[in-house]
């Protein structure tokens, strides 16, 4: 609720999410959630809980402290299902601001959530004290890669898991994992075999959550 509001929008009541309400953005607008402070510079999980009743998928800008970072490309199964949006983002000590501005524009969001990494401390920048997180954890290493990279994912229940990597101009470079598996934790490797240094996105799909984050080889 707390979150600055520019351009092309209506708030939606909706019981099912969190406060009741969500905002419904339309063209050509800007949405600047609080400005948090962090003791530390470190990696923190931002999720974006998002609606696309106006089709899938949609790509937004998306910048961090004024600077414009790869664009975001949300997408779901339907246009009725809310679905979580997972990236690892590098932020600084101090006071930090994070934007959505529209460039497919037509997507409905509920709220952010920001948390910590390793320790996973929450902090509070979602626009309602209900928590709804995805259930699951990524992390990559080493990250930068040369040769290898490890992969360990923990799966809160049984579900079909679809991994992927992409190049950063969206092109599908490879099926890293598809097809059911069992709740718990789970490890995997990747070898670039032949792949050029540069920065990848690793995209995992469990159970409507879609988890992003950014793979670099060297």
Not at 87 to 94: A, F, T, V, W, Y
Request: with cysteine; aromatic share 12%.
């Amino acid at each position: 609720e707390d979150a600055d509001l520019k351009g092309g929008k209506w708030i939606r009541d909706d019981d099912s999410v969190s406060g009741g309400q969500y905002v419904e953005l339309t063209r050509d607008w800007t949405i600047t959630f609080p400005d948090f402070q962090l003791d530390s510079s470190q990696t923190c999980q931002l999720t974006l809980f998002s609606l696309l009743n106006f089709g899938s998928p949609k790509v937004q800008h998306f910048l961090v402290n004024g600077e414009n970072f790869p664009d975001l490309s949300f997408e779901a199964p339907d246009e009725t299902s809310w679905v979580g949006e997972h990236l690892l983002i590098q932020l600084d000590s101090g006071i930090n601001t994070i934007s959505l501005k529209a460039n497919w524009g037509y997507i409905s969001l509920d709220y952010m959530e920001l948390l910590y990494r390793p320790s996973q401390a929450a902090v509070d920048t979602t626009t309602s004290a209900q928590s709804r997180t995805a259930g699951y954890d990524v992390f990559m290493y080493p990250n930068p890669s040369t040769e290898v990279t490890h992969i360990n994912f923990h799966l809160p229940a049984n579900g079909d898991v679809n991994m992927e990597l992409f190049d950063m101009t969206g092109r599908k470079i490879a099926v890293l994992l598809r097809g059911k598996m069992a709740a718990g934790q789970h490890q995997l490797e990747f070898h670039r075999e032949g792949l050029e240094n540069g920065t990848y996105i690793l995209r995992m799909s469990f159970e409507g959550n879609i988890y992003r984050d950014k793979l670099i080889l060297q």
